[in-house]
């Protein structure tokens, strides 16, 4: 009996995984519009009426999505910190974020330029997921500093620049002009790294 309940609750994970999985690509792709429970559950390769197994609403849904898709690439943008120079890692983190290969990559991309003018209008529900996953992105730039008013102060900074920049470079049609907001918010980082620089 036990067996079973096991195997049960990790197939329910799985298909919470999925869900998330399925409904992150969607709002990073469309907005929040594109997290509909159908298309989500399709794109999940589950029936519609599994989605209350796992959420009570759309908005849960959106503001857990929006969560998952942050954790899950967090790690792709902001290494992990141990020791090292914090001029280096604002430099490096801003080179890995601030590309064209990110631009371009709606559906595997960060969730914060995807959904920052969505948020303002979003839930409140939506809204303090927003907010917490940016303070656990400070967190993760900061590292072991994270109590340090400096530092977290600079991680802000580079969010701004990073988030800023990638989603100015895609509002523009003009490809050399888009690749020239990246690059300036490369150099706006790098002016940030250097004002830091021991």
């Not at 430099?91 to 959904?115: E, M, Q, W």
């Not at 509002?171 to 250097?194: G, K, P, Y």
Request: with cysteine; aromatic share 6%; hydrophobic share 45%.
């Amino acid at each position: 009996m036990r067996g079973s309940a096991s195997t049960r609750t990790t197939l329910k994970q799985q298909s919470l995984g999925r869900v998330l999985d399925a409904a992150a690509r969607r709002i990073r792709e469309e907005g929040l519009s594109g997290a509909a429970i159908a298309t989500v559950m399709s794109d999940a390769g589950l029936t519609h009426g599994a989605f209350y197994a796992h959420f009570d609403s759309k908005g849960e849904l959106e503001a857990a999505a929006f969560s998952h898709a942050i954790t899950v690439g967090r790690s792709r943008w902001v290494p992990s910190r141990r020791g090292g120079r914090w001029d280096l890692r604002i430099k490096s983190i801003a080179n890995r974020y601030l590309t064209v290969g990110h631009r371009d990559d709606l559906a595997d991309s960060c969730g914060f330029p995807a959904l920052v003018s969505e948020a303002a209008h979003a839930s409140a529900q939506f809204r303090a997921a927003y907010e917490r996953e940016l303070h656990c992105s400070l967190d993760a730039i900061c590292g072991e500093d994270a109590a340090d008013a400096a530092r977290r102060e600079d991680a802000l900074a580079l969010m701004i620049i990073c988030v800023g920049g990638l989603s100015l470079s895609r509002a523009v049609r003009d490809e050399a002009f888009s690749a020239q907001i990246l690059h300036a918010a490369r150099r706006a980082a790098a002016r940030l790294a250097n004002s830091t620089a021991p």
